[in-house]
Nanobody, 118 residues
Framework: QVQLVESGGGLVQPGGSLRLSCAAS????????MNWYRQAPGKERELVAT????????NYADSVKGRFTISRDNAKNTVYLQMNSLSPEDTAVYYC???????????WGQGTQVTVST
């Protein structure tokens, strides 16, 4: 009954911004760190960002550091990814998941497509 529902993706021009949301249900949201991942065509799924249970720490892949910001609202069971200064290399399907000891816990949702192109 765990659900992870990503939204907010779309088509954006290089240099633009998007804010992704992930609505989670079926587990105690505040008990887990949350991650954002992405997968581009023909590539492995990549860990993009991590946030601890109470937002005390965040970590980012080097490729997005300084451009992306992960945040969470435990009262809304939602984790966000603010993406700025987007480039075509950011084009991918973006997924969220809970994490324990660095590993995703649940089945993947549908993700949300982000396309950065002119």
């Amino acid at each position: 009954q765990v659900q992870l529902v990503e939204s907010g993706g779309g088509l954006v021009q290089p240099g633009g911004s998007l804010r992704l949301s992930c609505a989670a249900s079926g587990f105690t949201f505040s008990s887990y760190a949350m991650n954002w991942y992405r997968q581009a065509p023909g590539k492995e799924r990549e860990l993009v960002a991590t946030i601890t249970r109470f937002s005390s720490r965040t970590n980012y892949a080097d490729s997005v550091k300084g451009r992306f910001t992960i945040s969470r609202d435990n009262a809304k069971n939602t984790v966000y990814l603010q993406m700025n200064s987007l480039s075509p290399e950011d084009t991918a399907v973006y997924y969220c998941n809970a994490a324990s000891f660095g590993s995703p816990l649940y089945s993947w949702g549908q993700g949300t497509q982000v396309t950065v192109s002119t």
